[in-house]
């Protein structure tokens, strides 16, 4: 009788140490594919700020190589993350939303995507351009390419991770955890909350960068109530039989 109540514990652990296997792989092999492209991948991050970066020791470019590839590799590798998660999860799920693997992976990664891309298009650009605003006439900014990799990289993973939102809000309310009128009665500290974590995630301490990602969050959070009605609305209520 004990090794029966052993025994799912440990089929627990063997699962997860089976997913973490495979998003290993697939992290391994897209660090492979992105270092081979890695010159590539920080002339891309640098092409919204036109001045030259430089290297303050031999190594550095080395390791920025090196650091852009592990980063590129996770956003390869983010459906499959996801997948992987999701899998692990989904045995204590209902067989009818076991269906929603295929939605669910894209969406994830349709909204990391549009994370990131609205940091690359708007936040980098622009925050560059409003904190080089401090310096004036008096303050000539040049960056490593270190300095300059590692807060392009920060930021848009940060913004990739924070455009989640929605789904784990869909998610939570789906399974029961959160309510709309949950999440409407507690919007202040909703909002509180979402400027601390943007106050965290950004790697500059400026007020333009942690507004620039708590609006969209705070607008991502409104949206996620809306949606999250929907959602409860077509479970069916207690004491109501299932088609």
Known sequence: MQDDKKMPFTQH???????????AIGLGIGFIVSYYRAEEIVTFLKRPYPKK???LSPIETFMVYLKVSLFAAVVLAFPLIIHQIWKFVSPGLLPKEKKYTLPLVVLATALFLVGASFCYLL????GIKFLERYG???VETT???RQYVAFCTTLLFAF???????????FLARIGLVTPEMLARNRQYAVLII???????????DVFTQCAMALPVLGLYEISILAARLV???????GTSLP
Do not use: C, H, M, W
């Open 13 to 23: 652990l063997e699962e997860l140490r089976r997913r973490l296997i495979n998003i």
């Open 53 to 55: 970066l430089i290297a």
């Open 123 to 126: 936040i980098i650009p622009y």
């Open 136 to 138: 004036g006439d008096i």
């Open 143 to 145: 960056y490593s390419v």
């Open 160 to 170: 990739g991770i924070v455009f989640e939102l929605p789904l784990v809000i869909l």
């Open 195 to 205: 400027f601390i974590i943007a106050a965290i995630l950004t790697p500059t301490p």
């Open 232 to 238: 409860v609305k077509k479970q069916p209520q207690p």
